[in-house]
């Protein structure tokens, strides 16, 4: 695995100042928002600097029922190769269910939520990341991510899950230490115990973010300064083993540069102190199989014999269909009870179910206002009471900008705003982005001019 060095989360909103900043060896940006023939000069300009820029995925949702998408796994190839990627990164994570495997309504979480750590979701989720390998031109790394809430009747920890997952597929891991902060906050899970059962010979990079707590809540929100919590993770996980790259994310609420130049400094001094308590300890991360078996730290023998996993002759056995069924039918209960209100699945909490769906309902709103940003300019200081009351009967099934069509549309529907002048605003930006064509020349020049009141 190649050595990444220290890395930063690339965002539009701060591409300059990653530009100027000193010691940054690679840069990470999110695959759905770079379009491969239109890169961003600023990515280009980093690549013509020798900078490695890594695709990182959020819509495949390797761990759904569904066998992953074509169409998505076509286009992370693309971007992989458009950016020179070493490797493309996704989570393992479910984000949408329902559908023809369970005859029931799709439904589109625009988050990524737990799988629940089974042998049916292992069995499944094996099978669809060999499916991706087979399509993707560079190695693939999966990401743990942070859960709310926990599913009942679990068969493993995740240490075990990610470890059988690794020895299954051969596919490398990004840990995300504040992922592992979140989960011990949420559903009392030991970091460290988490460390020592990951096979970290599979390690290809590691996250650091912040977040905040709030009633007793962990919300990894990527706004906020990383906790030392998150760091002294960080110093543990790099006392087992030396990380090939290290990368702080941040998504809102950007600071100064100078702030997250402080950040990335504490990150290093972090790793270097983990290096310093680990010294005479094999590094092994990034390691392929056979060097980490010279080193004894090959993966638990034993779960070859499992469903699902590669056969004496080299043969990826399919997961059973029946797994597949079970398993679309859980997540599709869980989702529709997050996302269109109905009965919470039983053995699950409650509570924390419905922080879930505040949160999803708060971050359609948040996404929806960022991609069609003339919504809340029209709509004013009613947009986020307006969309909210929407999302607690609609759910999502399109994407985001199907989304905010759709909530035009229904506002026009039910003859809201009362405002009859910005109601007429709100059904010419609805007819002007529904439409297979701009229905004038002056409506774009009009949406302009609204955005730039106040």
Known sequence: MRRLGTGIGWRPEIADAVERMPGIDWVEAVAENVCPGHLPDSLLRLRERGVTVIPHGVSLGLGGADRPDAGRLTALAERAEALGAPLVTEHIAFVRAGGALTASPHLEAGHLLPVPRTRDALDVLCENVRIAQDALPVPLALENIAALFSWPGEELSEGQFLAELVERTGVRLLIDVANLHTNHVNRGEDPAEALAALPLEALAYVHVAGGFERDGVWHDS????????????????????????????????????????????????????GRAAGAGQVETAGAGPAEAAAAGTAPVEGAAATAGAVSAGGVVLLAPPEARQRLGVAQAAVLSSLVAGTPVPEGFDRVRMGVQARALAAKRADVVAKVAPELPVILGAGYREAFLGYARVRPMSGGYRRDALDFAGHLLKVGRPEDARVRRELREWWLHRAGPAPRSRGLAARARVLLRRG
């Open 222 to 273: 990527h706004a906020h300064p990383v906790p030392r919590p998150v760091l002294d993770i960080l110093t543990d996980l790099a006392s087992r083993a030396a990380p090939p790259g290290v990368l702080l994310e941040r998504d809102e609420n950007f600071p100064e540069p100078a702030e997250l130049e402080r950040e990335l400094e504490a990150i290093r001094e972090s790793v270097a102190a």
